[in-house]
């Protein structure tokens, strides 16, 4: 066993100096902050309209009031609507950087509330149907957004082989349930998913309660899904808080304004910034970058190309 575990630390070692050799110069000279690699949030739901994209958005405001540079990364692959809830057109997506058509620099919009989004689009979905070639140069092209602090993933809901990949290369997994029945089932139908697919997860997995009527009907919900998760899953889902059933909300989406702009006072939006704040406090530990994010997501389709 021990020679065994010598060979293994052996190979480890040389691929470690053989990764060292071949970087480039310029890139050993730039990147003097290796370790300050952009954080990957993926937002998912069990359902649709429980407020997943509501909360990436939101989040990524209350992120970047104190102070990170935030990209919020519409990764819906039929239904994106980030820029709708922004009230913006992009005139370019996803779709143009796999055609290979914009560069993702060039498709990355600047907002009015110091966030960037990336739009997506159902192109998206022709990833699945790339060559070994050109999913590599679109991982190296989503790799430029390694620049920022925080990027938050809005995946779309269900349960569908993109949206687990997603969830499996984050950082964190933030999921998204409301106090409805249906909504807890499928939260938990989710999270039960991750548990079969996935032997070894190292990530956070994370629980938000939305629209509930206050912090103890939240919390009845949170131990409940937190307790069957452990009990029968044997996975363990951290409580990130929850958000309060604010009138403020809706209004906000009518007017296709982030609800932390057009009420940062209401009881939403302070909900919004706790646990943001709860989450900035708590790292999972060092991020792998986005670069190594858009390799564990691409890998398993990778080996079999």
């Given at each position: 066993m021990e020679d065994q575990a010598e060979k293994l630390r052996e190979i480890m070692r040389r691929k470690k100096e053989g990764a060292a050799s071949s970087r480039p110069a310029s890139a050993a000279k730039t990147n003097v902050k290796a370790a300050d690699k952009p954080r990957i949030i993926t937002v998912t739901s069990g359902k649709g309209g429980v407020g997943k994209t509501n909360l990436s958005v939101n989040m990524a405001l209350a992120f970047a009031r104190i102070g990170k540079k935030v990209i919020v990364m519409d990764a819906d692959?039929?239904?994106?609507?980030?820029?709708?809830?922004?009230?913006?057109?992009?005139?370019?997506n996803l779709y143009h950087v796999i055609k290979k058509q914009k560069t993702v620099r060039e498709i990355l919009v600047e907002t009015e509330y110091g966030i960037s989004i990336v739009a997506g689009a159902s192109g998206f979905s022709q990833i699945a149907n790339l060559g070994e070639e050109d999913r590599k140069d679109f991982i190296r092209e989503l790799d430029t957004l390694s620049n920022a602090d925080i990027i938050i993933i809005d995946t779309s809901a269900g349960?569908?082989?993109?949206?687990?990949?997603?969830?499996?290369?984050?950082d964190d997994a933030v999921i998204i349930t409301t106090p409805e029945p249906t909504a807890i089932t499928d939260a938990y139908g989710i999270i039960k998913i991750i548990a079969t697919e996935y032997d070894s997860l190292n990530m956070g997995l994370k629980l938000v309660v939305n629209r509930a009527k206050g912090a103890a009907e939240a919390k009845s919900v949170a131990d409940r899904m937190i307790n069957i998760s452990g009990q029968f899953l044997n996975l363990k889902v951290d409580y990130l808080g929850f958000i309060y059933d604010d009138i403020s909300v809706p209004h906000a989406v009518l007017r296709q304004k982030p609800f932390m702009v057009v009420d940062p006072k209401c009881k939403a939006s302070i909900c919004v910034q706790h646990i943001v704040e709860r989450m900035d406090r708590n790292k999972?530990?060092?991020?792998?970058?986005?670069?190594?994010?858009?390799?564990?997501?691409?890998g398993r389709s990778t080996e079999t190309v």
């Open positions: 692959l039929g239904l994106a609507n980030v820029n709708v809830m922004l009230n913006m057109i992009p005139k370019y349960v569908s082989s993109n949206v687990l990949d997603f969830i499996a290369a984050a999972t530990g060092e991020s792998h970058g986005f670069g190594a994010m858009l390799r564990r997501f691409f």
